[in-house]
């Protein structure tokens, strides 16, 4: 099977140059790579030209107008019969187009998606914030490696479906859930979604914690615009962050105006978080920062529901327009 690979870039040469050198490394050769600079300042030329003799590569350069409409483009541009879908932060295993191509001669699925892991190259906070983002501990159990707390609807960072899925259904909406949105109108039209759990990737994540928060928060807004286009989507499930930081602040209050001793709450969530990094990593300071990175996680997922939620489902206010998109985005 030809496979295209759809990747948007803004700003983020460095990520190409780790991107291209992965994808020159696969033991299955039959793809292209449909990269899009999506009106970069600092455009990633120089490392695509590096690695023409071994990518077959399609560089596409145009104005900035934000992810969905980027990988849209990209779409209209590829030639292959199956589209997969990266972020451009990825690094992809050799065996990884392989094991797609295996996969969907087994056991077909018109639209997939994988996991993601950590390398070993990354670094500590890359760690530790890969922890946060896969954990079942975490909102990791209602992501995109999970299928036991919802139904499975793949993400953009690995994603994949077939040339007959986009003529049906069409591309990415410009809003905050875009691969969300998908996935659920490929499982209306009749199309088939399956986890292709041996492929995954490598997810190297943003490594500021204040751009994580922010990242997460959109995670959060974007089920409350979801349930406003599809109130079937929103599961009990999808609740729990917004739980999590309601019932700790009722704890906090309890515990200063009735007993410390509800503060045995939050010191054995914390303790299990602690003890599951550590035995996963192996590592004392990435347990340390883990519980930092999840609580990040947890919070800014949690508040960025509740207040999409007040403003939208209250309020009655309208869903982000396309230049608030565009902004985080970059």
């Not at 760690?127 to 995109?144: E, L, P, Q, V």
């Not at 999970?146 to 994949?160: I, Y």
């Not at 989507?233 to 509800?262: E, N, Y």
Request: aromatic share 14%; charged share 25%; glycine share 8%.
């Amino acid at each position: 099977m030809f496979f295209s690979l759809i990747v948007p870039i803004y700003n983020r040469p460095g990520e190409a140059r780790e991107l291209l050198e992965s994808l020159s490394q696969q033991t299955y050769t039959d793809f292209e790579l449909v990269l899009i600079e999506d009106g970069s300042s600092l455009p990633c030329a120089d490392e695509v030209e590096k690695f023409r003799a071994t990518v077959n590569i399609n560089y596409i350069v145009k104005e900035n107008s934000g992810r969905s409409d980027t990988r849209n483009a990209g779409m209209k541009q590829a030639k292959g019969e199956y589209f997969i879908f990266f972020d451009s932060d990825c690094i992809i295993p050799p065996r990884y187009l392989e094991t797609v191509n295996r996969m969907l001669k087994e056991d077909y699925a018109d639209c997939f998606g994988g996991p993601d892991r950590e390398h070993p190259s990354f670094s500590v906070m890359q760690k530790a914030i890969n922890y946060a983002m896969t954990s079942f501990w975490t909102t990791g159990g209602i992501r995109g490696g999970k299928v036991n707390m919802e139904k499975f609807k793949p993400r953009t960072f690995n994603m994949g479906f077939s040339r007959a899925v986009y003529e049906k259904v069409g591309g990415f909406k410009d809003m905050y859930g875009e691969d969300i949105d998908l996935s659920i109108r490929i499982n209306k039209a009749g199309f088939t979604t399956k986890l292709y759990r041996g492929a995954f990737v490598y997810h190297k994540r943003r490594v500021s914690l204040k751009r994580f928060y922010k990242q997460v928060h959109i995670f959060g807004q974007a089920r409350i615009n979801l349930y406003k286009l599809y109130p079937d989507s929103l599961k009990p499930v999808h609740t729990l962050p917004a739980l999590f930081v309601l019932g700790s602040i009722a704890v906090t209050v309890l515990a200063f105006v009735l007993s410390a001793w509800f503060l045995v709450f939050p010191a054995v969530y914390i303790s299990l978080l602690f003890s599951d990094s550590l035995l996963k990593t192996k590592s004392v300071r990435i347990a340390g920062l883990s519980l930092i990175a999840s609580f990040i996680q947890i919070f800014g997922y949690g508040f960025g529901f509740i207040t999409s939620f007040i403003r939208k489902i209250i309020f009655r206010k309208g869903p982000e327009d396309s230049e608030t998109i565009k902004k985080v985005y970059k």
